[in-house]
């Protein structure tokens, strides 16, 4: 583990340049492994170190079963942030909610959705969205979403624990019978520090947690 920490830091020195080009350096932070290792899973876990040692907005991330993954924050658009890691998997989210994916065998395109954000979530009966997907291309896929607490708890995270409220989202697509759930564990501001959410009938859930709050 030492030598990867070092190689690393090698890599994170040689490529602080990288950024002004507005590129991110693959040395930056570790990389998906192949998507099949993503989907079927492999025993690994990042080391908090590493994370530390990066300056820069970061989450991890892990699709089914398989290992942890660290993508660093690309852009900012409004309120939409770009995620990438090293192999250009991409993963958009918006308010918490993952709205758009690159390099996965099967991609979110789009997500056309009336959720405007958390505030008085739980008092609505149902929201409405529409899923588009390429890998292969299905547009319009019409998906009910029904919102519950499960109250509050101290969770803990990569650096310390935060106490955060528990929002499910059920969701339905009736014409294909497609029904998950969805959590978001939510600080009193709204931000979604951790989350499992289903965003395709063809992946398993994808997890991810925020290690470094976007400024």
Same mark, same amino acid.
């Given at each position: 583990m030492k030598k990867i920490i070092s190689l690393f830091l090698l890599f994170f020195l040689i490529s602080c340049s990288s950024l002004?080009?507005?590129k991110i350096a693959p040395g930056y932070f570790q990389a +998906?492994? !192949?998507i099949t290792n993503l989907i079927f899973g492999y025993d690994n876990q990042i080391d908090p170190q590493i994370i530390e040692n990066i300056p +820069? %907005? !970061?989450i991890k991330v892990r699709i089914g079963n398989g290992p942890e993954a660290l993508m660093i924050l690309q852009r900012v658009n409004g309120d939409e942030y770009t995620w990438? !890691? %090293?192999d250009e998997v991409y #993963?958009?989210?918006k308010n918490g909610k993952i709205i758009k994916t690159q390099g996965l065998p099967n991609n979110l395109f789009e997500k056309l959705t009336s959720f405007q954000g958390w505030k008085n979530i739980l008092d609505k009966d149902e929201l409405i969205s529409y899923? !588009? +997907?390429s890998n292969p291309e299905f547009n319009n896929l019409k998906v009910l979403s029904q919102y519950s607490s499960s109250g509050n708890a101290e969770l803990e995270l990569t650096f310390g624990k935060k106490q955060l409220s528990l929002v499910n989202e059920r969701i339905l697509a009736k014409s294909i019978g497609w029904k998950k759930t969805n959590s978001y564990w939510l600080d009193d501001n709204g931000f979604v520090w951790r989350s499992t959410q289903h965003i395709s009938p063809? #992946?398993?859930p994808i997890y991810y947690e925020v290690t470094k709050k976007p400024l």
């Open positions: 002004n080009n507005g +998906f492994e !192949s +820069f %907005a !970061s990438v !890691s %090293a #993963l958009v989210i899923y !588009s +997907f063809r #992946l398993p």
